[in-house]
């Protein structure tokens, strides 16, 4: 795919992400409405469904050679072929449900196009906030048309305003080590922020507004977009262990640069093994 091929992917998803985005708004209160899917804090709503539909169908009509796999219902990785080097379309239509469910504005659309097993492509749209994030691969990362960077390396972590949290899992002992996690980087760091959207953590540090950001436990759909929104403002996403990330393992961590990322890998006291996402 060309440049000028993907800036039209670009254009037409951005469109839908706004289009989408007044389906969030707009949502009553029953579509809002939240009930547990693999567990009873892991939610999900009538809203999450419409939105997927609507983003697949409509992206289907001009890419129907491409591959499709979002949240709620997948139409790609569940061949078991996992992430293939055909172009394929990762969503997450509400990136924070359970924000969404409580009428926190801090929820978002995540859109991200994959060639070669690699984002080429992210959007995080927050229509509440109306904050538009966008990125091509090798064109920079920009919110609202402004480009963004992230903040200024700060010296070490101590120093680090950091986002992140204790994620929506079920297991009681995964739980705990999340919260050890989250205990230890509240001692370790300036402070700790958690906005309950992965997505929007991950270009808040692109966008300068924290250090850092970590996340266990979650999935491709959350993790697509917004790490090539990083990588484009400048930033670095590795693997919670340090090496190169793979957004099909379900963990990830966000910087201002490398050193940062590998002081936060070596704080970390659980790094929590999930099935892979293919």
């Known amino acids: 795919m060309n440049a000028e091929e993907l800036l039209k992917c670009e254009q037409l998803a951005v469109r839908l992400a706004i289009d989408a985005g007044r389906m ?27 939105v997927e539909r609507y ?3 409509e992206l289907g009509k001009s890419y129907p050679d491409h591959r499709f796999v979002g949240e709620e219902q997948t139409n790609g990785f569940g061949d078991g072929q996992g992430l293939t080097s055909a172009p394929t379309w990762i969503i997450d239509p509400i990136d924070g449900t359970t924000n969404f469910v409580h ?41 609202n048309g402004r480009p963004i960077r992230v903040r ?18 079920s ?38 507004y924290a250090d850092a950001n970590w996340a266990i436990g979650v999935h491709v759909w959350d993790l697509a977009a917004a790490s090539l929104i990083i990588t484009e403002a400048g930033g670095v996403v590795v693997d919670t262990e340090g090496g190169a990330v793979d957004i099909m393992n379900r963990r990830a961590i966000g910087a201002s640069h490398s050193r940062l990322a ?15 996402d293919n």
Request: glycine fraction near 10%; hydrophobic fraction near 35%; charged fraction near 25%.
């Open 24 to 50: 969030m708004t707009t949502a009553s209160d029953k579509q809002r409405r939240g009930h547990g899917k693999e567990s009873p804090i892991d939610l999900v709503t009538e809203t999450d469904g419409q």
């Open 55 to 57: 983003l697949f169908g």
């Open 103 to 143: 009428n926190n504005p801090f929820t978002c659309i995540a859109i991200a196009l994959a060639i070669q097993r690699e984002p080429v492509l992210g959007i995080v749209y927050n229509p509440f906030l109306d904050k538009l994030y966008t990125a091509r691969k090798g064109s920079g990362a920009y919110c």
């Open 152 to 169: 200024e390396p700060c010296e070490s972590l101590a120093k680090a305003l950091v986002v992140g949290g204790i994620g929506a899992d």
């Open 171 to 208: 297991d009681p002992e995964k739980r705990r080590q999340m919260a050890a996690n989250f205990g230890r980087m509240a001692f370790a760091t300036h402070g700790v922020r958690c906005l309950g959207s992965c997505a929007l953590e991950m270009c808040y540090v692109a966008e300068g």
């Open 262 to 276: 590998q002081e936060f890998s070596r704080a970390l006291p659980y790094q929590l093994q999930y099935e892979r």
